[in-house]
């Protein structure tokens, strides 16, 4: 998979370590204590699905 380029992300740039640092110490901030069982995308817009990660790996279990 190639790495894509700043025009292909919605922000129109590569994130900075800070704004990934940034999301990691909010998830283990008290002010997350509340925060369960979600994935936190801190791609710029790149991934533009509703779908919660790792569901595609879930098995329906309607069929």
Same mark, same amino acid.
């Given at each position: 998979?190639?790495? =894509?380029?700043p025009a292909?992300i919605? %922000?129109?740039?590569?994130g900075? =370590?800070e704004?990934?640092? !940034? %999301?990691?110490?909010?998830?283990c901030? !008290? ?7 979600? %994935?936190?995308?801190?791609d710029?817009g790149?991934?533009r699905?509703l779908?919660? %990660?790792g ?5 329906d279990h309607?069929?």
């Open positions: 998979m190639s790495r =894509p380029t292909a919605p %922000a129109g740039r590569y900075n =370590p704004e990934f640092a !940034a %999301a990691a110490a909010f998830l901030s !008290a002010p997350a204590s509340y925060v369960t069982g979600t %994935a936190l995308r801190c710029g790149l991934v699905s779908r919660p %990660a569901t595609h790996l879930m098995k309607n069929s």
